[in-house]
Nanobody, 115 residues
């Protein structure tokens, strides 16, 4: 059973930082690319960042380039999203996603950026 458990969300002020973590199980983590998506209030889900299986290649949504960094530790079956210089537009539920027939999604972790 594929399982993805996100953590690290919370309330931060604009300009602040958060580090999200996603612990994966139920598949060969090191053989799969991983991604982070987010869903802002009233919006659809948006791809935020992708990382290749070995972590050598990454891609980011234009809106987060230069501010967010995706990384992974295959020894810990964990993927991270370091979020810096957060702004209110980053407010969303953030999901860790693994590939599958319909992809696999974690339960999500709430990130709220507000003064």
């Amino acid at each position: 059973q594929v399982q993805l458990v996100e953590s690290g969300g919370g309330l931060v002020q604009p300009g602040g930082s958060l580090r999200l973590s996603c612990v994966a199980s139920g598949f060969i983590f090191s053989s799969n690319a991983m991604s982070w998506h987010r869903q802002a209030p009233g919006k659809g889900r948006e791809l935020v960042a992708v990382i290749s299986s070995a972590g050598v290649s990454t891609n980011y949504a234009d809106s987060v380039k230069g501010r967010f960094t995706i990384s992974r530790d295959n020894g810990k079956n964990t993927v991270y999203l370091q979020m810096n210089n957060l702004n209110p537009e980053d407010t969303a539920v953030y999901y860790c996603v693994a590939p599958g027939p319909r992809n696999y999604w974690g339960q999500g972790t709430q990130v709220t950026v507000s003064s």
